[in-house]
């Protein structure tokens, strides 16, 4: 839903109506919807329920993982039909000790999760992918998490860092449980503005990888934002995906 941010905050009924009306069968809420009572969580999943879509996982910042904001993580996510509370973001993080903190935090909360039958997961981004005294941060959190840690993996950005993301799913089998299918191009015009299958990622690799080593269960089109108005976006991506995976 981050790639209809600005329609989401506008009107989210309409906003998840008119995705689910284009096609996609999955959506992935972000941080706002921590602010939601159980009651707003209850009518989304309603809606969801009544346009027969579902939220497998939802992106979180930090507030999630405290311990006064997990259990209100855990409630929302229950009602919501989610299976994975992913944190989208570290923060600001100083050197591989800061990353160990960080792999420390998910594992804390791994085991939090499992009365709830719920699970972790990290999204990337490019610094997890640019090494630090000779190692990757990505790959110091892989080696210091349980294997029940989702390695939610962000194409565009672990391609702009340099790093080969068919080589990262193989590394990792069994992890790879989402994907976030955005895409990246190194002209300056275009970057993160490219749609999904318009630039240098490749996807028919990836999505073999994923599918025979990763673990996939679901996809995620991710748009930071495009030529195009984000409903119209939003289209075309999945117009894309459609061509790429019939």
């Known amino acids: 839903m981050f790639s209809v941010r600005g329609e989401l905050a506008k009107d989210p009924t309409a906003t998840v109506r008119a995705v689910a009306k284009m096609g996609y069968e999955v959506v992935e809420f972000f941080a706002p919807y921590f ?5 707003q969580a209850k009518d989304m999943r309603k809606l969801m329920d009544d346009l027969g879509i ?7 910042n930090q507030p999630s ?12 996510n229950k009602i919501l039909g989610s299976r994975y509370i992913v ?3 570290a ?3 100083v050197g591989l000790d800061g990353w160990k903190k960080v792999a420390d935090q998910l594992s804390d909360a791994s085991e939090k999760l499992k009365p709830a039958g719920l699970r972790t997961g990290y999204h990337n981004h490019q610094a997890e992918f640019v090494a630090l005294d000779g190692k990757r941060p ?12 989702m390695l939610q993996l962000d194409v565009g950005t672990c391609v702009e860092a340099g790093s080969d993301p068919v080589a990262w799913i193989d590394a990792n089998p069994g992890r790879i449980h989402c994907i ?3 895409d990246w191009a190194p002209d300056p015009d275009k970057g993160y503005r490219v ?3 318009e630039g240098v990622s490749p996807w028919t690799k990836i999505f073999a990888a994923a599918e025979a080593k990763g673990g996939i269960e679901y996809y995620l089109i991710e748009q930071e934002g495009s030529r195009f108005p984000e409903f119209e976006t939003a289209e075309r991506c999945l117009a894309n995906w459609k061509k790429l995976k019939p």
């Open 138 to 149: 990505m790959e110091l959190l892989a080696a210091n998490t349980p294997k029940e840690v």
């Open 54 to 60: 579902r939220c497998n996982s939802t992106h979180n």
């Open 195 to 197: 749609l999904f299958g």
């Open 65 to 76: 993982f405290t311990a006064d904001g997990l259990p209100k993580a855990v409630e929302l």
């Open 87 to 89: 944190m989208a973001s």
């Open 35 to 39: 602010d939601w009572t159980t009651d």
């Open 91 to 93: 923060g600001r993080v």
């Open 180 to 182: 976030h299918c955005k």
